[in-house]
C-alpha cells in the first residue's frame, strides 16, 4: 500500500516562505507522476503543480507561477512545494497525489489521474 505523507504546513504571514514536502512510502517514486492539490476552506480542490517522475516536466495553475516551485528528489522518495512570496488565497490544506506514469515527460493537472493521496497539510497565510 503506498502511503503519502505531508509535512511543512503552518501558519505564516503574507510574503513569508514556505517548504512543503511529501514523503513516500512502501513504493519507489521513480515510476509515480507527482503533483499538489489544495483545497481552500468552502472550496472544491484544485490543482496547484505537477511534475513528470523523472523531474523533466512541470506544470503549474496559473496563481502558482512565479511563486510555487515543485520539485523532487527520487533518491530521497520525495516531492516538495516551495511557496514564496505566500499570498492569504494561498490558505488551503495541500495534499500530494502520486500517479502510476509510463513516460518521463507526463506531468498531469488533472485530480482524476492521480490513485494514491496523502491526508494533507494545513498552510494558513494571514496578511
Known amino acids: 500500500q503506498v502511503q503519502l505523507v505531508e509535512s511543512g504546513g503552518g501558519s505564516v504571514q503574507a510574503g513569508d516562505s514556505l517548504r512543503l514536502t511529501c514523503t513516500v512510502s512502501?513504493?519507489?517514486?521513480?515510476?509515480?507522476?507527482m503533483g499538489w492539490f489544495r483545497q481552500a476552506p468552502g472550496k472544491a480542490r484544485s490543482f496547484v503543480a505537477s511534475i513528470s517522475r523523472n523531474g523533466g516536466a512541470t506544470k503549474y495553475t496559473d496563481s502558482a507561477q512565479g511563486r510555487l516551485t515543485i520539485s523532487r528528489d527520487n533518491a530521497k522518495n520525495a516531492m516538495y512545494l516551495q511557496m514564496n512570496d505566500v499570498k492569504p488565497e494561498d490558505t488551503a490544506v495541500y495534499f500530494c497525489?502520486?500517479?502510476?506514469?509510463?513516460?518521463?515527460?507526463?506531468?498531469?493537472?488533472?485530480?482524476?489521474?492521480?490513485?494514491?493521496w496523502g491526508q494533507g497539510t494545513q498552510v494558513t497565510v494571514s496578511s
Open positions: 512502501e513504493r519507489t517514486v521513480s515510476t509515480l507522476a
Open positions: 497525489a502520486a500517479a502510476e506514469s509510463t513516460y518521463d515527460t507526463n506531468a498531469y493537472a488533472t485530480s482524476s489521474r492521480y490513485r494514491y
